[in-house]
T-cell receptor, first 116, second 115 residues
């Protein structure tokens, strides 16, 4: 499957530090998305990067995509205690690609703990 | 901000009982999904629904599961005869577009506990 897998599984940092999470996937994709999940809540979309893009920014978030390595990274700069959550990457394929599941497929997530 | 609403937030049921989880997707969205998350584990795809029919389903979505859009607003997931391993958080999601560039909006989830 094209399922993404995040690394590390858990990350603990101090407020103000940067947090970097990585995602690897297996098959060709149309786009890769990052979602955030607060404990016991639904997932919230953060950012989408298309397969022809290499880097994208949104506020304190920076996402990179390397399709040759089938990997992506999410960088949160100047972290805050409120960034404490689980972060998931999700891969999407185009209907035309037909490389497997078309529905958005999520990885296992990285649990980020930001200590105040 | 439009949101996906799910009911109930928590349901406790006995093994073998039928459960219906309800969702109201965002009104101008055309694609609807159910995902589940066993405590602390990955978010797993169950089924997607478009134009009043299932467009894709996973191997988890076996004969005991069914989905329905009984009216213009609700989207339901039925589990016919619950098993202990069905205990999980069930998330409904919707998107305006389909596979390719579909950003999902998730509900807050329904926690199902099977005893």
């Amino acid at each position: 499957s094209q399922q993404g897998e995040e690394d590390p599984q858990a990350l603990s940092i101090q407020e103000g530090e940067n947090a970097t999470m990585n995602c690897s996937y297996k098959t060709s994709i149309n786009n890769l998305q990052w979602y955030r999940q607060n404990s016991g809540r639904g997932l919230v979309h953060l950012i989408l990067i298309r397969s022809n893009e290499r880097e994208k920014h949104s506020g304190r978030l920076r996402v990179t995509l390397d399709t040759s390595k089938k990997s992506s990274s999410l960088l949160i700069t100047a972290s805050r205690a409120a960034d404490t959550a689980s972060y998931f990457c999700a891969t999407g394929v185009s209907r035309l690609m037909d490389t497997g599941r078309r529905a958005l497929t999520f990885g296992s997530g990285t649990r980020l703990q930001v200590q105040p | 901000e439009p949101e996906v609403t799910q009911t109930p937030s928590h349901q406790v049921t006995q093994m073998g009982q039928e459960v219906i989880l309800r969702c109201v997707p965002i009104s101008n969205h055309l694609y609807f999904y159910w995902y589940r998350q066993i405590l602390g584990q990955k978010v797993e795809f169950l089924v997607s629904f478009y134009n009043n029919e299932i467009s894709e389903k996973s191997e988890i979505f076996d004969d005991q599961f069914s989905v329905e859009r009984p009216d213009g607003s609700n989207f339901t997931l039925k589990i016919r005869s619950t098993k202990l391993e069905d205990s999980a958080m069930y998330f409904c999601a919707s998107s305006r577009t389909g596979p390719g560039a579909n950003v999902l909006t998730f509900g807050a989830g329904s926690r199902l506990t099977v005893l």
